[in-house]
């Protein structure tokens, strides 16, 4: 008998005993977090683990200071939108990034960071 691994993500919500979170709470924990980003004020220091790796997947994806909060602010929108289809976890902004940059390339249009 085999037992399958929980994805990492999921796991991820249960580290150090915190309990799994539902996505509506997700959600509402995403929406907070770009919130203080769009605010420029992250004013906590306490952040689940999957928060983190979005904060790091944001940081990693050097945005331009004339384009951060726009592309922010769609990345957000797209966030939302996923999950109420359904998604358990919000998407990294580079998946979003990707995805976008994707299209973009495959209507023949500039190939843009967001």
């Known amino acids: ?3 399958k691994k929980a994805p990492p993500e999921r796991m ?3 580290i150090d005993g915190l309990p799994e979170l539902d996505a509506e709470t997700i959600l509402g924990q995403f929406n907070r977090l770009m919130n203080e980003l769009l605010r420029g004020n992250l004013i906590r220091n ?3 683990p999957w928060e983190i790796a979005l904060l790091l997947d944001i940081q990693m994806c ?5 384009q951060k909060r ?3 602010r769609r990345y957000q929108r797209a966030v939302q939108r996923q999950m109420e289809k359904g998604s358990r976890d919000p998407m990294k902004l580079s998946d979003y990034l990707a995805a976008n940059k ?3 390339l495959a209507l023949g249009g500039p190939a843009t960071l967001s």
């Open 1 to 3: 008998m085999m037992h």
């Open 12 to 14: 991820a919500r249960q």
């Open 46 to 48: 306490t952040f689940r």
């Open 62 to 66: 050097d945005l331009r200071d004339g």
């Open 70 to 72: 726009e592309t922010l």
């Open 102 to 104: 994707a299209k973009r």
